[in-house]
C-alpha cells in the first residue's frame, strides 16, 4: 500500500511541471524597497506589495525590535493556550478602529483569515456567491465551507442579482476582493452593498489590497466609497501596505467572538510573534500621523500609468497601484521579464494558474518610495522591451 502510494506522488512529481522552476526564482537579499538587492544584483523593485514603505521605515524597524526585547520571538503557543499577547490585544482595537468597526480579530496570514473564516460561518445549507476573480483564499475557504457555491463573472452585478433572486439558501455570503490582485481593479462595492441588503445576504469584502492604500484615511475600499460599516465582515493584512505580516477580520463584536472560539485557522495555530504585531501597530500609527505617504503612493501611481499610456502600451482600467501588462503567453511573460532584471528592473511574471491561458502579464505595482525619474526609467524600458521583442501587447491578452 506505501509502495502504490509513494509511486503515485513519485510519477505525480514527474508528470507534472511547476509554473516557475526554483533554479530561475530571484531572491531577495535586502529590505524590500523601491530598489533592493536580488541574485545578488541592485534593481529597481516594481513587485512589491510594500505600497508605502513601511516594511522599511524607521519607527516601524524600532518598534519590531523593542517588542522582540520585551516579549521574546514567538508567542509559544496558539492565542487561547496562552498565546493572546497585550499588544496584539491593543492592535485588535486599533485595526477596529481604522476599519470603522466595533472589534476585529487577528489571524497569522490574510490567507488563514479568509480561509478560517469562511469556513467557520458557512455550511452545507447555505450559498455563497463569489467574483471569478476573487483570491485563491477565498476559493479555498468556499471549499472547506461545504456550501454550495455560486461564482459569478467579474464585477458583473446584473448576474450577481439574477442568481441571488433565485437563491432559496437559509444563508447567503456575497464575497469579493475589494482590490483585484491581478488585474488591479475596484470591485463595484456600493452595487454589492446594495444587493446584499435587498436579498438579506452578508457581505464579505477581502480588503487586502485596499487597506492602507484606498480611502481619505487609508481605512480601504469601504472608506473609499464612504461606506463604513456597511459590510459584515473585513478582511485586511498586515503584509503589505502595513509592512509586516500576519492577517485580521474586522466587524461586530459578535462576529469577532464566533471566530475566536470556531475559527480553527485562530484556534490550531501559533499567534503572530510580537515583532510582527509591534511592527503593524506602529505601521498604524504612521498611516495616521504620515498621509503624505499615502498621496506620494497616489502621485506615483497616476505618473506611471500615464508614462506608459504616452509610450503607447495598451493597460486594463484601472486606478490602483496595481497595473497589469499583459502580454500573452507565459515564456514570453518570462523572457520579458528577464530582458527587465537585465536593466535593472524586477518586476514579476504571472502566468497560468494564477491567470487564464493566453494572459500572462508582468504585474507592475508603485510604491510611495519611488521617485518619478525611477518610474520613468521603467515605464520607458518597458515598452522598449515591449518593442524589442516583437510583442503585439493587447489589454485583452488575445
Known sequence: MTGSADASIKERLVTENTTTPPSSQKILESE???????????????????????????????????AIE???????????????????????????????????????????????TIQALMGKEDMIFSDELNHASIVDGCRLSGARVEVFPHCDTVALERILANSRARKKLVVTDSVFSMNGDIAPIPDLVRLAGEFNASLMVDDAHATGVLGEHGGGCLDHFHLEGQAEVVMGTLGKALGSVGGFIAGSSRLVEFLESKGRSILFTTALPPAAVAASLEALMVIREEPELRRKLWHNTTFFRDRLKRNGLHLLPGETPIIPIIVGE?????????????????V??????????????????????????????CADAISESIKEMGLEQKPSGQ
Not at 516594481?46 to 519607527?59: C, K, Q
Not at 507565459?330 to 524586477?346: D, N, P
Not at 514579476?348 to 510611495?368: K, W
Open 348 to 377: 514579476s511574471r504571472v502566468g497560468y494558474p494564477y491567470v487564464p491561458e493566453g494572459q500572462a502579464r508582468l504585474r507592475t505595482i508603485v510604491s510611495a518610495q519611488h521617485t518619478t525619474e525611477e518610474l520613468a526609467y
Open 32 to 66: 524590500p524597497g523601491h530598489k533592493c538587492l536580488i541574485s545578488g544584483k541592485e534593481v529597481i523593485m516594481l513587485s512589491s506589495n510594500n505600497y508605502l514603505g513601511l516594511a522599511s521605515h524607521p519607527r516601524v524597524k524600532r518598534a519590531s525590535q523593542e
Open 330 to 346: 507565459t515564456s514570453q511573460a518570462e523572457r520579458l521579464a528577464g530582458l527587465l532584471f537585465s536593466k535593472g528592473i524586477f
Open 70 to 116: 520585551r516579549y521574546g520571538c514567538s508567542t509559544g503557543a496558539a492565542r487561547r493556550l496562552g498565546g493572546l499577547t497585550v499588544i496584539q490585544k491593543q492592535l485588535e482595537e486599533e485595526l477596529a478602529k481604522f476599519k470603522s468597526t466595533d472589534s476585529a480579530v487577528v489571524f497569522t496570514s490574510g490567507y488563514t483569515a479568509n480561509v478560517g
